[in-house]
């Protein structure tokens, strides 16, 4: 019985050491390519518009927007936290005329919405409607590389096969990839995205998309 007993034990033990050497092996592997798994990009073609993302490196992304729009990449310049849509005329950016939409909470154009919404989920649904009012089917969107993963899992959900998407991450604003590279502040902006998207994805179970 004794010895019975000293087999079960021991049998427990190499299931539960399995457990652990593979949990760790998940955890390793997580640290390892999570940097990179975050920083998602595409390639692009002319579009309709341009989706500038809102973020505190701002102007390290609209760099990357103006330099698309530059290159004759689209005519048409979204920036939905702010309600504001430029357009291109003989070469010069100006304000879309016409049609906006009004919606906005706390000075952003962000459309009613359940509480729990991430805030970069709400842009996208204003610039889905923004560019439903201009007939647009096609977007890149642009934001900080570590931010794109988040990005492409939300237009996923809101953006149909309609549309066409595009990512582009702004090359002005580093991004190690490499774990030995990463500074403390680039592991906080990583652990911060990881948080958001399990937040998206559990929210994500029992809402649809926003009708544009």
Not at 44 to 72: E, S, T
Not at 77 to 103: C, E, F, R, W
Not at 158 to 176: K, L, M, N, Q, V
């Amino acid at each position: 019985m004794t010895c019975i007993v000293g087999d079960v034990l021991v049998q427990t033990f190499k299931i539960i050491m399995l457990i652990l050497v593979m949990l760790l092996f998940v955890f390793a592997a997580a640290i390892f390519y999570g940097p990179g798994f975050l920083v998602y990009s595409t390639n692009y073609a002319k579009v309709d518009a341009i989706i500038l993302l809102l973020g505190p490196d701002f102007n390290a992304r609209q760099r990357h927007a103006l330099d698309l729009q530059k290159r004759g990449m689209a005519d048409y310049l979204i920036i939905p936290a702010y309600n504001k849509t430029y357009t291109v005329d003989q070469g010069t950016m100006k304000p879309s005329p016409g049609k906006t939409d009004k919606n906005n909470i706390n000075g952003k154009s962000i459309p009613a919405a359940p509480w729990y919404y991430e805030d970069t989920h709400l842009e996208l649904i204003a610039a889905k409607k923004v560019m439903k009012m201009h007939g647009q089917k096609s977007a890149i969107f642009v934001s900080s590389p570590y931010h794109m993963r988040r990005i492409q899992l939300m237009v996923d959900k809101e953006f149909d096969h309609h549309y066409e998407s595009y990512f582009s991450p702004t090359p002005y604003d580093p991004a190690p990839m490499n774990v030995w590279e990463l500074k403390a502040s680039d592991w906080k902006k990583v652990r911060r995205e990881y948080v958001k998207i399990v937040w998206f994805m559990i929210y994500s179970l029992w809402t649809k998309s926003e009708e544009g």
